[in-house]
Nanobody
Framework: QVQLVESGGGFVQAGGSLRISCVAS????????TGWFRQAPGKEREFVAVINWSGGTTYYADSVKGRFTISRDNDKNTVYLQMNSLKPEDTAVYYCNAAQSYRGVRPGAYWGQGTQVSVSS
């Protein structure tokens, strides 16, 4: 069973950039499609981006398309989310998710503990 640990969150001003990471252990990350979801205070968790096992297929929520980039390094068992042109509405806890098959916007069974991203105006 794969375990996921996120890192790299923090505080940034609007217009700035952050890169968050998700490191897997317990299994080879290339066995999983991996995605990012986020949850803002008082809101439901929502889909952000997903990448298939090889990195050849990605998909983004409309709200982040053109600003965020998901990528993976299977040799490092790591998935990244590069976030540019950040907006205050991007403020949320960001969660890494893994699924044993590509599910598009639907989450798989495995979650990390989350990393906080806060964007000030």
């Amino acid at each position: 069973q794969v375990q996921l640990v996120e890192s790299g969150g923090g505080f940034v001003q609007a217009g700035g950039s952050l890169r968050i990471s998700c490191v897997a252990s317990g299994d080879t990350l290339s066995n999983y499609a991996t995605g990012w979801f986020r949850q803002a205070p008082g809101k439901e968790r929502e889909f952000v981006a997903v990448i298939n096992w090889s990195g050849g297929t990605t998909y983004y929520a409309d709200s982040v398309k053109g600003r965020f980039t998901i990528s993976r390094d299977n040799d490092k068992n790591t998935v990244y989310l590069q976030m540019n042109s950040l907006k205050p509405e991007d403020t949320a806890v960001y969660y890494c998710n893994a699924a044993q098959s590509y599910r598009g916007v639907r989450p798989g069974a495995y979650w990390g503990q989350g990393t906080q991203v806060s964007v000030s105006s």
